[in-house]
């Protein structure tokens, strides 16, 4: 999947259940806060593999949490990031169920508020 524009969503959550996904952010921006039940931008269930990368000319393709939420919550997915900027931690376990996310970084920018 290729971001043609920015997507802010608010509270509403980019849940991925299953599969094999992949965004390339060129150069746009995915901002949420989250919601009350899950307080991330981007959370990935198990069973989901994303990919992360940016294949604009700018590399300002960016993931920002807002409110203190989670940029992406990997609740035992497999996530590999290639490029991007993530304003927002990434969370990689899930206590309640036991199960842990793996995160490959290979580039990138982070900075947690």
């Known amino acids: 999947m290729t971001l043609l524009a ?3 969503l608010g509270t509403t959550v980019l849940s991925l259940t299953s599969g094999n996904v992949t965004i390339d952010l060129n ?22 593999n994303l990919v992360i ?3 604009s000319a700018s590399q300002l393709g960016n993931i920002t949490a807002n409110n203190g939420a989670y940029a992406i919550w990997n609740s035992a997915g497999t996530l590999t990031v290639n ?3 993530f304003n927002g931690a990434i969370f990689t376990d899930d206590a ?3 199960a842990e996310g793996t995160a490959t970084i290979n580039d990138g920018k982070f900075s947690v508020k």
């Open 6 to 8: 920015d997507l802010p």
């Open 27 to 48: 150069g746009q921006t995915i901002s949420g806060s989250g919601n009350e039940t899950d307080g991330a931008t981007v959370i990935m269930n198990s069973g989901a």
């Open 53 to 55: 990368t940016d294949s």
């Open 83 to 85: 490029k991007g900027i």
């Open 96 to 98: 309640q169920n036991g």
